[in-house]
């Protein structure tokens, strides 16, 4: 009697569409038993940056009635080695997106020893959930004038109902539930935290992406002696090295420091690859957290630790908390690039900083930093984590401050107080670090950079512009003509 082949597939299966039922109509044709396996919302958050718009119960129900599927379980990691050891499947089917990425590749090799195999399928061209979303939204918008301005102003789109075309969706991070949140009082309080969202992941295999920062050194310090760790490094002389102070917390702990050097030509290439992939221009900082996660991928890594939202929750962004302001300073103050002086054509994109207006002349900054600058700062990471398959897990964004802000000590020169008080405690050694911004070289970079080409650009639009400034132009016209391609297709 033949042996019965037993095919897996996972996924999150969110808006059920025909390019699933394809999939799992193929899927079966090769197979006798099939398993799919659906992405816990929890995992399907860890593995897009946001939430399902089907929960997770609904979703088994689904996939449970299609002629195709034979038996469903819920997925709850995403490492599909751990999955066989399970259900000993013969065949692994995933889609043709995964075929270059390294985790792939390394399934290939580890099922082959296994005695199984892995197939892809091309994915049905046009349709995705993302797609579904947005056609659903009845007020959904097309804008490229719009998309733009909010991009130079916010860097991101800001408004998850703006599209730049209809051919490119782009990629919308999501914050953490209110609701699920660890309420924090004290630096034991973060402590304990910390404690349990580690607890739940497997930290074998995992890695940490380090800074010369405490928020990242203070994570690292709970990881396991030997772990790796990986920090990025500009290569260009006025690029800043937080090599040295990150080798500082590998001394403490017994870390393996690795360091990802990433050049201009790095960052252009995954610039190109980003944009691509997000469906909009990349933020700033996301090619360096794009390289840091294909390396930890390459290195058999599952899940990359990272601490973004810490400035978010505790109070890290000091200037912009340094005093009370008037709604039109906040404007031009918080505005990275008013799109007026760089386009031909710009859009008001005031309504977004009109949702945080108080009493006539005054603004909910708070308000706006842990929602409009949270979303922005997540952004920068999520998507260049997602184009990897690594799984990623923020521990600060599962925390909130009980009590608010004591706006009054971070204005006296202690910002995130409470994570300094834990960093003494993890690094009794070592005196707090002050804050930094990821490091880009961008002046260097784009010394020889005359401006933007396209038709939609003021001519002259760069002249005055800081570095960081002219990376975000040169960001945009490289994915408008990315755009342009999509749109002649």
Known sequence: ?????????????????????????RAKANCDYLIVAVCSDELAYKLKGKWPVIPCKDRIEILRS??????????????????????????????????????????????????AIVMYFPYTKDISSSKVRTKRRGNMEINKEKCMSLYFAF????????????????????????????????????????RKTLGEIDLSKCAVALSAGMDSAILASYMPRG???????????????????????????GLEH??????????????????EWDGSPIVPNEPQAYMLAKKMC?????????????????????????????????????????????????CDISYIYEQYRENNDGIDYVRFIQEVYALSSGEAYTCGFSKTGIQYVDPYEKMWMAEPLDIKRIRNGESKYLLRELFKMRYPDLEVPEKLPMSRPADEWLKGWTGPERPEFKPGCITGLTGEQKLLVFSMERFLNILDRYENE
């Open 155 to 194: 860097r991101y789109i800001g408004d998850n109902n703006l599209q730049f075309s209809e051919k490119m969706i782009h990629r919308e991070h999501q914050l953490y539930p209110l609701e699920g949140r660890d309420l924090i009082k004290t630096a034991e309080d973060i402590d304990c935290s910390i």
């Open 298 to 346: 390459e290195d058999g890594k599952e899940t990359l630790i990272y601490g973004d939202m810490a400035d978010i929750v505790f109070g890290g962004m000091d200037r912009l908390l340094s005093r009370d302001w008037k709604f039109d300073e906040w404007v031009e103050r918080y505005t990275f690039l008013d799109a007026k002086k760089i386009l031909k054509n710009p």
């Open 1 to 25: 009697m033949a042996k019965k082949i037993i095919g897996y597939t996972s996924g999150v299966f969110d808006m059920f569409h025909v390019g699933h039922l394809n999939i799992l109509k």
């Open 66 to 115: 299609i002629c195709y599927v034979d038996e469903v379980v819920i997925e709850t990691t995403s490492d599909k080695l751990e999955a066989w050891e399970q259900y000993r499947y013969d065949i692994l089917f995933k889609g043709d997106d995964a075929k270059k990425k390294p985790i792939y590749q390394k399934y290939e090799e580890e099922l082959s020893r296994r005695g």
């Open 258 to 275: 690795v360091i990802v050097d990433v050049t201009w030509d790095d960052y252009l290439k995954a610039m190109d690859e980003l944009a």
């Open 227 to 253: 772990t790796k760790v990986y920090t990025a490094r500009c290569v260009a002389e006025s690029a800043v090295d937080e090599t040295l102070q990150a080798q500082k917390y590998c001394d403490a702990y």
